[in-house]
């Protein structure tokens, strides 16, 4: 087993926003720190670099932020579909 997970950008922030300014958006608004993808190269474009070098309960708060964190900027990204429709 290795220290690092690689772990796929989920839609919708994917084909919104560069790996890199998704591993903004985790630091700034989840309190996680991960790697882009991007600074392995033009393939890790897409992908964020985890690594596993905490203990178990610290990585499972990580992973609690960070579904916080997306479940926060998923509404915000419905709630600006629904405002810029009903204009």
């Not at 989920?10 to 790996?19: H, I, K, N, V």
């Not at 903004?24 to 670099?49: H, I, N, Q, T």
């Not at 610290?58 to 992973?63: F, N, P, T, Y």
């Amino acid at each position: 087993a290795g220290m690092f997970v690689w772990a796929k950008i989920p839609e919708p922030w994917r084909s919104r926003m560069s790996t890199m300014d998704f591993a903004m958006m985790l630091l700034e608004k989840g309190d996680v720190a991960v790697s882009p993808g991007s600074g392995f190269g033009e393939a890790g474009e897409g992908f964020l670099r985890m690594a596993l070098v905490e203990n178990e309960n610290r990585l499972r708060q990580a992973v609690r932020h960070i579904g916080r964190c997306l479940d926060r900027e998923a509404k915000t990204l419905a709630d600006a579909v629904v405002s810029s429709s009903s204009s």
